[in-house]
């Protein structure tokens, strides 16, 4: 495939804490068809804020999907909380969007959003940030270029994030599902196991249950690129080495978090442009 006009910036180790990427996508000239300008995106943890430089998107109501809003209403700047289902979107025409996706323990601490009532949702930022965030969301929807936007983007983050003082955990879910867990049960205020649950849950918007599917999804998800390079890939295998408790078990979460079996998902990301948003991890 070629995703040209599509990359994936990553951030500087001091907020790597804090932003897990930015998602770069522009397809201004590419005259992709209607089918091609379909997205898909699997359930995450992550927060997520989208700019829309040109263009819009179009959130389809597909089953084992998310379920579109009522108002299908489009705005420059968007919020998204976390979602437990995949998303399916269709942009009408050429698009240019900046998407940033931050980590929900980070996000909150660094806003103070509760971010339970935020699952499964994305709306306007002016319904959701602080007033600072939103002068700065306007500065970023004003910017030139992509560059211009990931510069105003450390230079907002950078100095509030070191303030904080947190530590900071590695770019995977996996390393930054554990280090959330072990932060909640040495977290001075109890330790029973519905506390941990409740403060787990009040930091990321989501169940350590659903955090931990999702790190065993991205094992997964990399162990099967690996295999690709290799000898071809054994689905019993994967899951074994991945924390599932058998293939049965592979491929439910996988389908309830992408929408698709694993070697389905597996074939349409080699092959269909829709599936962008997979590729840029790899």
Known sequence: MNDAGTR?????????????????????????????????????????????????????ATPGFSTPPPERRHA????????????????PG??????????????????GIALERHVNRVVDVREALPQDWLAWARLMSDAVDDEARLRLLEEFLLPRWQA??????????????????????TSSAGRSLRQLERRIKAWAGLPMRELRAVSRAENAFYAVAAAEGGG?????????????????????ETR?????????????????????????WR
Not at 41 to 50: C, D, K, N, Y
Not at 76 to 90: Q, V
Not at 260 to 273: A, H, N
């Open 8 to 60: 994936l910036w990553l951030p500087p180790l001091a907020l790597a804490g804090c932003v897990r990427g930015v998602m770069l996508r522009d397809t201004r000239g590419r005259q992709l068809d209607a089918v091609q300008r379909e997205n898909y995106f699997p359930a995450t943890p992550l927060v997520q804020l989208f700019w829309w430089a040109e263009g819009s998107s179009e959130w389809l």
């Open 76 to 91: 420059p700047a968007l919020f998204g909380g976390p979602f437990t289902l995949p998303t399916h979107t269709r942009n």
């Open 94 to 111: 050429d698009m240019w969007a900046f998407k940033l996706l931050m980590l929900p323990d980070a996000f909150a601490a660094l806003t």
């Open 164 to 185: 904080l003082g947190t530590q900071r955990p590695g770019h995977r879910y996996a390393a930054w599902t554990e280090a959330l867990a072990v932060r909640a049960a």
């Open 232 to 252: 071809g890939v054994n689905w019993a295998d994967i899951a074994a080495d991945n924390d599932y408790a058998d293939q049965s078990h592979l491929c439910r």
């Open 256 to 280: 309830r978090l992408t929408g698709f079996s694993p070697e389905d998902l597996r074939r349409r990301i080699q092959v269909e442009e829709a599936f962008w948003a997979y590729r840029l």
